[in-house]
């Protein structure tokens, strides 16, 4: 059986991506075949500035963008277009099937803004590039969480959910998810509402689950649970997947939990992308700190795996 083959996008080479790719090389070429879309000028100046070998065997790419001086810690437009553009090429070797799978490296939002790049992140750039409605999930084998909003501001939250939308949005979950269990759905306000007292959102949430489980067949979600009792330990013990109603409803438990192992994978796309779930860690970028690898490694695991 051959191997998967995966492209990795380097994210800002200003920050700690580089570093990941570098150094667990050697591990996930073991598991996959890798394309790294860097080309070998930029590698070679940031393996230089972390005293790094690059493998033999480390397959990069040429003309990906303009090249610039690394600058550890610093947001700057130059690395910025750099990582918009790696993402790209990425992403078009996915769409011409010349790989299995893309694998994206940390981005600075900032960065991509001051290079003139329209999208927040690689999620919203996706939705655009292949005008299909992406889920963003966040987890580790343990536990994932998808999200019906994201990055948006909390007052336009409760506006946000409605039923055609939410239904929809079940719908694409279960069917590229494919959970094997039930998944747990979290209401929006204090206590699920308490039957319309605090809220009446969940009356939303209600309907379209039932819209969804008539359309699917199967009867795979939960009834809104109340939010601060989804993750303890004995409810966690009946699911493996959720769905919050906002970034911070799932995410704040999910990192406190797995942040050092979590990734994210972006759903419902004609690709699969992964991606680790932290952050371009600037402060101890070029700096020798050993950097946990576990976020890296389960994101390309996943691709392995489905």
């Not at 963008?65 to 070797?93: C, M, N, Q, T, W």
């Not at 007292?197 to 969940?202: A, K, M």
């Amino acid at each position: 059986m051959s191997r998967k083959k995966v492209a990795i996008s380097v994210g800002d080479l200003n920050g700690i991506g580089i570093q990941l790719a570098l150094e667990n090389h050697a591990t996930i070429s073991k598991e996959v075949e890798v394309v790294y879309c860097i080309d070998r000028n930029m590698l070679e100046q940031a393996a230089k500035k972390l005293n790094l070998p690059i493998p033999a065997d480390f397959q990069t790419m040429e003309d990906i963008a303009e090249h610039f001086e690394i600058d550890p810690g610093v947001v700057s437009k130059e690395s910025g277009a750099y990582a918009y553009a790696s993402f790209v090429r990425a992403v078009e070797l996915a769409r011409n099937k010349e790989i299995d799978a893309i694998t994206t490296l940390p981005i600075h939002k900032k960065a991509w803004e001051l290079a003139g790049v329209a999208y927040k992140g690689h999620t919203d750039a996706l939705r655009d590039f292949f005008d299909a409605e992406a889920i963003m999930m966040l987890g580790s084998p343990q536990m994932y969480v998808a999200l019906f909003t994201e990055h948006i501001p909390l007052k336009e939250v409760a506006g946000s959910i409605n039923e055609k939308a939410l239904t929809r949005f079940l719908i694409d979950f279960y069917r590229t998810a494919k959970p094997s269990t039930e998944v747990g759905v979290l209401g929006l306000n204090p206590h699920a509402g308490d039957d319309g007292v605090l809220g009446t959102e969940e009356r939303i949430i209600e309907k379209a689950i039932e819209n969804a489980h008539k359309e699917l067949g199967t009867e795979i979600f939960s009834a809104p649970l109340v939010p601060d009792v989804a993750f303890t330990p004995r409810v966690r013990a009946n699911y493996t997947h959720y769905i919050a109603m906002y970034h911070d409803q799932g995410l704040a438990p999910l990192k406190a939990l797995y942040f050092d192992e979590g990734i994210n994978v972006s759903l419902n796309l004609p690709i699969l992308r992964t991606s680790v779930d932290h952050g371009t860690a600037f402060d101890i970028a070029y700096k020798g700190v050993e950097l946990s690898s576990l976020s890296y490694l389960n994101a390309v695991k996943y691709i392995n795996d489905n």
